[in-house]
């Protein structure tokens, strides 16, 4: 099924409206709504737990494979590229030069697949 580029095209604008209010929700709020304590310490770590929940599952896939293998897995780039997201993100305290050694690993391999 494809779908006219109009749809896409509004599909893709609700996606940034959404993603815009709910990153930036907590920058208009009243200091007395803002989220203190336990709240807020763990949206400190939201953006490298989402990486995680991103990449983990896509570079397990062939390790997990019928005919695949750990061996296998670290061959096809993906679970090295996660691993030096991860790793990288949490040594930088941020996901953007996590992000860019992730891309970087996954190219030094030669891609997926």
Not at 40 to 55: C, D, N
Not at 86 to 106: I, K, N
């Amino acid at each position: 099924m494809t779908l006219p580029d109009g749809y896409v095209w509004a599909a893709t604008a609700g996606l940034v409206v959404v993603v815009l209010a709910t990153r930036n929700a907590f920058t208009v709020l009243p200091a007395r709504l803002q989220p203190r304590g336990a709240a807020e310490r763990a949206l400190r770590f939201a953006p490298l737990a989402a990486l995680v929940a991103l990449t983990v599952p896509d570079a397990f896939t062939v390790a997990l494979a019928p005919d695949g293998g750990w061996a296998a897995a670290w061959a096809d780039g993906r679970l090295p590229a996660a691993v030096a997201t991860v790793v990288v993100a949490r040594l930088a305290r941020s996901p953007f030069p996590g992000l860019a050694a992730g891309v970087a690993t996954l190219l030094a391999f030669g891609g997926p697949g």
